[in-house]
Nanobody, 121 residues
Framework: QVQLQEAGPGLVKPSQTLSLTCTVSGGSITASYYAWSWIRQPPGKGLEWIGVIAYDGITYYSPSLKSRTSISRDTSKNQFSLQLSSVTPEDTAMYYC?????????????WGQGTQVTVSS
């Protein structure tokens, strides 16, 4: 069974870069045809898709966050990472990494447990 674990600092100052890493076990991030995604949930709000890196390394980002977002991977460590630059308090959220498996006309998500990131001065 695939397992995902987020890691990174829980507190980031405004204007800095938020950096998180997702370590994957029980499956390869290069295996066809899965995708590896970052999602967040601000307090009191719904889930927001940030972006994804596919098994072949191609990335896709939310239009609203694209200018500040970078997702990368380290295949030797079976990890993928998120960098969100120029953060503000509105970026405070629970951040999740997830594996996406396409199933017919829907998607199956295998979630990490999430990590809280607070942006505050």
């Amino acid at each position: 069974q695939v397992q995902l674990q987020e890691a990174g600092p829980g507190l980031v100052k405004p204007s800095q870069t938020l950096s998180l890493t997702c370590t994957v076990s029980g499956g390869s991030i290069t295996a066809s045809y899965y995708a590896w995604s970052w999602i967040r949930q601000p307090p009191g709000k719904g889930l927001e898709w940030i972006g994804v890196i596919a098994y072949d390394g191609i990335t896709y980002y939310s239009p609203s966050l694209k200018s500040r977002t970078s997702i990368s991977r380290d295949t030797s460590k079976n990890q993928f990472s998120l960098q969100l630059s120029s953060v503000t308090p509105e970026d405070t959220a629970m951040y999740y990494c997830a594996k996406i498996t396409q199933v017919l006309f829907s998607s199956w998500y295998d979630w990490g447990q999430g990590t809280q990131v607070t942006v505050s001065s």
